[in-house]
């Protein structure tokens, strides 16, 4: 069993939208930080959005400055799925979409959010086109 699974990617006209989601198994329903990476070819992977779930209702967002105002991510009230809107997508946005987290510790989230390394659960990706 995958305990993170992407679903949502596709292929859209640059301005176009889409919402991608990233379901939780049982055992990761509990963790504390979720977030949304991508990868072009060629290219590092990197940060794109970070949610922090304080308890119910508070969570803390995080957003590289590429995506701000553009991209939105979120966590439903259970817990169990986290999403990412992206909005105004750009060819630039091209990318394979992973969801991440760190469990069960999540220290430091606000300072390393995006550190690649040192996340320990990763989901297998989906896709996003965006051509002109």
């Known amino acids: 069993q995958e305990h993170l699974e992407e679903s949502g990617g596709g292929s859209v006209q640059a301005g176009g939208s889409l919402t991608l989601s990233c379901v939780l198994s049982?055992?990761?329903?509990?963790?504390?930080?979720m977030t949304w990476f991508r990868q072009a070819p060629g290219k590092e992977r990197e940060g794109v959005a970070g949610?922090?779930?304080?308890?119910?209702?508070?969570?803390?967002?995080y957003y590289a400055d590429s995506v701000k105002g553009r991209f939105t991510i979120s966590r439903d009230n259970s817990g169990n799925t986290v999403y990412l809107q992206m909005n105004s997508l750009k060819p630039e946005d091209t990318a394979r979409y992973y969801c991440?987290?760190?469990?069960?510790?999540?220290?430091?989230?606000?300072?390393?959010?995006?550190?690649?390394?040192?996340?320990?659960?990763w989901g297998q990706g989906t896709q996003v086109t965006v051509s002109t």
């Open positions: 949610i922090y779930t304080e308890g119910a209702g508070k969570d803390s967002t």
């Open positions: 991440a987290t760190r469990h069960p510790v999540c220290r430091s989230y606000d300072n390393t959010w995006s550190d690649v390394p040192i996340y320990n659960y």
């Open positions: 049982e055992r990761m329903i509990t963790a504390a930080c």
